[in-house]
């Protein structure tokens, strides 16, 4: 029998405001609280039992099964910042730029013990751009959207110091980065 956990989406709450302190800026922020420490652990619980005759085979003295690790996480509060600027508004176009920074806390401990969760804390931050094409008739009835956007991740590097001289694994550090982009085309017949 085995009781395991394959996949978990934490419980979250955020509160999130915007604003414009200027027609033309945006301003958002956003504060999630996410509950990790709910998180059951991802090493499941094993019994094990044979179904044998013991007048047939000798059967061994303890037959182990495995118990749950415990991950000990801990709850995050991720931060995230916005900024839109509408820095062309025509009859024809509309062009918004875009900029925004997450911070996210690695909700795993040090790894010391058995397990070897890489994680570390991560900085994102994003640029994009959202252009609006309005004056497309008689051809289009409607507008064309083109949004794009470029983000990086840096993952700050994090060391693991094992408690055991003989672990398999051993000591090691982690960090790294990240790069994603992307581009939306919507096209609105009206």
Avoid at 20 to 37: C, E, K, Q
């Amino acid at each position: 029998d085995t009781l395991s956990t394959s996949l978990f989406g934490p419980q979250q709450l955020d509160i999130s405001f915007a604003g414009y302190p200027i027609p033309s800026l945006r301003v958002g922020f956003s504060l999630t609280w996410v509950d990790w420490s709910a998180h059951p652990s991802l090493i499941p619980t094993e019994e094990l039992f044979l179904g044998l005759e013991p007048e047939l085979v000798e059967l061994p003295g303890d037959i182990g099964g495995r118990t749950a690790v415990p991950l000990g996480l801990h709850d995050t509060f991720v931060p995230r910042i916005g900024l839109e600027w509408t820095a062309f508004d025509r009859p024809a176009f509309e062009l918004d730029l875009r900029a925004g920074y997450t911070y996210e806390n690695s909700p795993f401990p040090i790894q010391r013990g058995e397990t070897n969760f890489v994680d570390g804390d991560r900085h994102t931050a994003s640029l994009g751009f959202g252009l609006r094409l309005t004056d497309l008739e008689p051809t289009i009835a409607g507008y064309i959207a083109i949004d794009g956007y470029a983000y990086y991740t840096h993952v700050r590097e994090r060391t693991h110091v094992k408690d055991s001289l003989v672990d398999p694994v051993g000591d090691y550090t982690a960090g790294g980065g990240l790069v994603g982009a992307g581009v939306q085309l919507e096209v609105v017949f009206e």
